[in-house]
């Protein structure tokens, strides 16, 4: 095989040698075209993001005039921009964290990175540079880059790149009682918990009743910060900005990505509370030697201030709960009719884990060619996200979809194929 058969493009998360790829060329709002004529729908949001829906002309309009106007320019120090400010404030404004102010950049694994490195400042500016430890949790997704990847707890994510960042450990799941005894052992050295409030990518599990308030209990009982990696659940996705409102629970630091521009531009960022604020601010020659070229993108900044018009416009958080409830009954009656195992999920994000012997990336691809885009998580699941300006029409269609993709792809007695991510 030569590089030309498989394509100049090198994909992510994908088998390198893989030739053929879907290639998607118009959206609207949870419907989606293919090159070939083919119509979908977008039971994932893209990857998760795209809350507002695929088609929106005033975030193009917004871009556009931004554009045409500065496209975007530095903010290191001295410089800022008009809509990185006003993005800025409008963020801080949503925040659940009391006296936050926000970091920027361009993504959800440097959220993640920065949100660690700003943990482990904080300490050391605050006289603790002995505190470094990370902790996070198996089936934690937290990105890419290096720190994100030290920090995740699946593990085939983790492999084949040699050593990773140092001092990043995962705790069982879901055993607070497991998390509790591992901080009492190196109580002086935890700079921070690092868990997603409800894991995604790792397979859309919510967390057990009261374990989140649990963690926020051991974090300030041993000195800790608590971060929400919010990639996922920001903006909507559980019927409040953030999940820390829906679980009652305020971290120190939040990472947030994806839809906070609906992925109409590449942003992300870091809400940033006085825990990590006192220490940095205190000494005014203290200079924040962290940020990235696109930190404050102007163009990307219009593109999130226009989705968050639009998602309080037209009052989208409130779709979440019933949106996903009828998703959840939908995926209840294939459970109660035995062609799937069980259902779990909160919000506007759920998972089917199939029945043993079912492979989910086999039942994923059927679905594709029956019109409807999911995805495989885990080793047993495929996981829905959908726009929240899905109809009820297009959810039952999932449904649908996925109870026939059930009844016509065969039961294998071998083990599933590892999913790609
Ligand atoms: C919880 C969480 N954190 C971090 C990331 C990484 O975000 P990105 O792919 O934008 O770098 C993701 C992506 O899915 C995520 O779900």
């Not at 900005?241 to 971290?251: C, D, L, R, S």
């Not at 030697?289 to 900044?301: E, K």
Request: charged letters at 20%; proline letters at 5%; a negative charge.
């Amino acid at each position: 095989m030569t590089a030309n058969d498989v394509g100049a493009f090198l994909h992510p998360f994908a088998k390198a040698a893989r030739a053929n790829f879907v290639s998607i060329v118009r959206g609207e709002g949870a419907r989606l075209w293919t090159a070939d004529g083919a119509e979908l729908i977008d039971a994932m949001a893209s990857l998760w993001y795209c809350n507002v829906g695929h088609g929106r002309r005033a975030i193009a309009d917004a871009v556009a005039a931004q554009m045409s106007t500065l496209e975007a320019y530095s903010c290191f120090e001295p410089f800022t921009n008009q809509p990185a400010d006003e993005l800025a404030a409008r963020l801080v404004g949503l925040s659940p964290i009391a006296n936050s102010r926000v970091f920027l950049c361009g993504s959800g694994s440097e959220a993640v990175d920065t949100s660690i490195k700003l943990a482990r400042l904080a300490h050391r500016l605050a006289g603790h540079p002995e505190r470094t430890l990370v902790i996070s949790r198996d089936r934690g997704y937290h990105g890419t880059n290096l720190g994100g990847t030290s920090a995740q707890g699946i593990p085939p994510n983790r492999e084949g790149w040699g050593p990773l960042v140092p001092d990043i450990v995962q705790v069982p799941g879901d055993d607070i009682e497991a998390l509790s005894v591992f901080m009492a052992e190196r109580a002086n050295q935890v700079a921070a918990v690092l868990t997603e409030p409800v894991q995604g990518a790792g397979g859309v599990f919510p967390p057990p009743e009261g374990y989140l308030a649990e963690v926020r209990a051991l974090c300030d009982r041993h000195g800790a910060l608590l971060i929400f990696d919010e990639v996922i659940t920001g903006f909507g996705r559980l019927g409040h900005w953030f999940g820390a409102e829906h679980y009652g629970v305020t971290p120190d630091l939040i990472t947030f990505a994806k839809a906070v521009t609906s992925g109409y531009q590449q942003i992300g960022g870091v809400l940033v509370g006085n825990a990590v604020r006192e220490p940095i601010e205190a000494d005014p020659a203290y200079i924040l030697r962290h940020g990235y070229t696109y930190s404050g993108h102007a163009s990307a900044c219009a593109a999130a201030l226009s989705n968050l018009d639009i998602l309080v416009d037209e009052d989208l958080l409130a779709n979440a709960q019933p949106m996903g409830r009828r998703l959840a009954d939908g995926l209840d009656s294939l459970a109660a009719d035995g062609a799937i195992d069980h259902v779990r999920g909160a919000g506007g994000v759920w998972a089917a884990s199939l029945l043993a012997g079912h492979d989910a990336m086999a039942v994923r691809d059927t679905m594709l060619t029956l019109g409807v885009v999911t995805r495989a998580i885990g080793t047993e699941a495929l996981a829905f996200c959908p726009p929240l300006v899905i109809t009820d029409a297009q959810i039952d269609r999932i449904v649908d979809t996925l109870a026939t993709a059930l009844s016509t792809t065969a039961l294998s007695t071998t083990a599933a194929a590892t999913p790609v991510r």
